[in-house]
């Protein structure tokens, strides 16, 4: 088999995978269901990847790479370090709600089902809490306010952003608030949040 066809066949099992495992969850979700959807052998999958729990965290991945990528050239083309970190929560909210498939896997699938997310690959996703704390740093550094736990900061933002793309994707908030309105607060509340 040619390599593009390979990599063809590749896609296509991530994206049956991501698909399905959004309609019915990580435990209704097998192999060979999969290979059906694809319209492959269960062995050509494990020609990819060893296992279930192996597909699922190449999406996950993938999923922080594309995050994390997106991240990093806000942080390399922004240069004041406040306009930045709006930049990367505007950009975090934008991925999130942009990309849900990508995000429930992400963030909402049931860890006690799967194998363990590997420590180097968990070392890669959090490079957007890095970028985040770089950017806190950065603004403590200009003398206005003054951050002793810039990584403590990332990880408060980070949650008040997960909750705001969840809520969202829930349907959760109230109809009568504008959601544009409120990503533009959450984005503000995050700067404040950035000095601790």
Not at 55 to 84: C, K, T, Y
Not at 96 to 109: Q, S, T
């Amino acid at each position: 088999m040619a390599i593009s066809q390979k990599n063809e066949l590749r896609r296509r099992i991530l994206d049956a995978a991501r698909k399905l495992l959004l309609e019915r969850g990580i435990s209704q979700v097998s192999i060979r269901m999969i290979a059906t959807d694809v319209g492959c052998s269960v062995g050509a999958i494990y020609t990819y990847f060893e296992n279930k729990d192996i597909l699922i965290h190449s999406l996950i991945e993938e999923g922080f790479e594309r995050l994390v990528n997106s991240q990093l050239s806000i942080e390399a083309a922004v240069l004041d370090p406040v306009e930045r970190l709006k930049a990367l929560c505007r950009n975090y909210i934008h991925f999130g709600l942009k990309n849900p498939e990508y995000y429930e896997i992400m963030f909402h699938l049931n860890a006690e089902r799967m194998a363990r997310y590997p420590v180097e690959k968990y070392r890669k996703a959090r490079r957007n809490l890095e970028v985040i704390s770089r950017a806190i740093k950065e603004i403590s550094g200009l003398g206005t306010v003054s951050v002793s736990e810039p990584f403590l900061g990332a990880h408060l933002i980070w949650s008040l952003l997960h909750g705001l793309v969840t809520l969202i994707q829930f349907e959760r908030i109230d109809r009568k608030i504008d959601q544009a309105a409120l990503i533009e607060s959450a984005v503000i509340q995050a700067v404040n949040l950035s000095a601790i």
